[in-house]
């Protein structure tokens, strides 16, 4: 099996800020001659720009000595979601073979997007692996060690990613560390003592509106009982990313591998509190973990990811008692009006994402028309059973046969709700009749304490 050693040392600057991280790779492999090697970072990744520009001092050593490189960049996608720059060796290497760069760390964050950038507060550093890992392009697994050298860092702090605290080391395909999280810096840590082997929660910096450690207790609790309800009993590492940004260009969280990350502007516009409004900290939080479970269904756009994860995000919190039924009143309300009142309501999803990231409402749409499609589904399937059946049902049936390997697509999906609704043509026509009366749903406040033990059980009404 081939390995990489991945090396990472933050460098400060005057004013105590992380200027750069120095990236060192080690590759050893069972060959002792290699084809050319193809290294790839990207130009702009989901809205966030000049990764790859800010990768410095590229340089690859084998036993033979330097090996002279070739770079190469993709065409301009001009949508935003992203395209690369390669960097190619020139002649064949002989392993090991040493990469060092130097990634830097950009002074402010220009644009909205996703939290895979490099970026620098409280005296630590933060990303994500695609946002700054200039990784070899090969699809085999790997045994990965991942290296912190913090000296330059103040005394005390630590370094953690999605595959452990401290020096850790995993047997993985290279693609899972870009979609991990990187932190290092003076951390605050949920529980104390770091991960215990579930769930565990990292934050860099401080917000005056936020109670981060209250707020990590209750994604602990949210975990647990989310994991019940999608019938996940696998003991494993779950870790929780959050970065406070001294700028408000942030567009909330993103999964990743067994993780998430979660950035909030040092004065965020909404409370964490327990009985807040149903639209922050902690909506975001549930959101994000819900995407690990939900998912997608293959051959589906943000429609079914997004809406899926959004659907249970204002649902679960109220049937599991992680908010009160006004919070999810006004989630729903909220739903709604961005639906409702979406100048791109009418845009199919093709037209919607070529605005994604120019106007907050074609970032919106797949959530919110997603969330209130499977809102109508719920609605219509307990109609059509008479309370018997709900989405529930259905779903986690689906989620079960994923997880043991059988592709879910959105042909199976419908094929599903056919067996249940009828005809397709008719459950379509009987969709825009459906109404969500807000009394039944709080009458169903009573009812909702029980959660399904396993994917194939009773799902809670």
Same mark, same amino acid.
């Given at each position: 099996?081939?390995? /990489? ?8 600057? $005057? ?39 800010? /990768? ?99 005394r005390g702090s630590v370094g953690i990613s999605s595959l452990g605290d401290g020096d850790t080391e995993a047997i993985m ?52 009982? @989310? ?17 406070? @940004? ?23 516009? %909404? ?38 994860? *959004?659907?249970?995000?204002? +649902?679960?919190?109220?049937? @599991? ?35 994604? %990231?120019?106007? $907050? +409402?074609?970032?919106? @749409? ?68 459906? *109404? ?7 009458r169903d406040e009573t009812r909702s304490t029980t959660m399904s033990p396993s994917p194939t059980s009773s799902a809670p009404?």
């Open positions: 099996m081939p390995g /990489i050693e991945i090396v990472l040392r933050p460098e400060r600057n $005057k004013a105590g800020n992380v200027a750069a991280v120095l990236v060192t790779f080690h590759l050893t492999d069972t060959v002792l001659v290699a084809p050319m090697l193809e290294f790839r970072a990207p130009i702009v990744l989901n809205n966030i720009p000049g990764i790859a520009d800010r /990768i410095r001092g590229f340089r690859v050593d084998d036993g033979i000595g330097p090996v002279l490189m070739t770079r190469e960049d993709d065409s301009v996608d001009a949508s935003g979601f992203g395209y690369s720059r390669r960097w190619r060796t020139a002649r064949s290497v002989t392993f090991p073979v040493t990469v060092r760069y130097s990634a830097i760390v950009p002074p402010g964050r220009l644009r909205a997007g996703p939290p895979f950038d490099l970026r620098t507060f409280a005296g630590g550093v933060s990303g994500g692996g695609a946002g700054f890992l200039a990784l070899p392009q090969d699809a085999r697994q790997y045994r990965v060690h991942i290296r912190w050298d913090l000296r330059a860092l103040r395909a290279l693609a899972g560390l870009r979609s991990s999280w990187f932190m290092a810096g003076p951390l605050g840590q949920y529980p104390a003592g770091g991960n215990t082997g579930g769930f565990s929660a990292v934050w860099l910096g401080s917000s005056p509106g936020l109670d981060l450690r209250a707020d990590m207790a209750w994604a602990a609790k949210a975990y647990k009982a @989310l994991s019940t309800f999608f019938g996940d009993t696998a003991q494993r590492p779950y870790r929780f990313f959050l970065r406070v @940004l001294p700028e408000s260009t942030t567009s909330g969280g993103t999964a990743g591998n067994r993780s998430f990350m979660l950035q909030v502007p040092v004065r965020p516009p %909404w409370r964490s509190t327990s009985g807040g409004d149903g639209t922050g900290l902690r909506s975001i939080v549930a959101h994000e973990m819900i995407h690990g479970w939900a998912g997608s269904f293959q051959g589906a756009g943000p429609w079914a990811s997004e809406g899926l994860a *959004t659907y249970f995000t204002a +649902n679960l919190q109220r049937r @599991l008692g992680l908010q009160p039924i006004k919070a999810f009143v006004a989630e729903l309300n909220q739903l709604s009006q961005e639906y409702h009142g979406n100048p791109y309501r009418n845009a199919t999803s093709d037209d919607a994402r070529a605005v994604f %990231w120019a106007d $907050k +409402n074609g970032e919106l @749409l797949p959530n919110v028309r997603g969330a209130l499609y499977f809102f109508a589904l719920d609605a219509a399937i307990r109609q059509r059973s008479g309370g018997e059946r709900s989405l529930d049902d259905i779903l986690l049936e689906l989620f079960a046969r994923r997880a043991e390997g059988e592709t879910i697509s959105v042909r199976t999906f419908t094929n599903a709700l056919a067996r249940v609704l009828g005809k397709p043509l008719r459950w379509w026509a009987s969709l825009r009749k459906v *109404t969500l009366p807000l009394s039944a749903l709080a009404r």
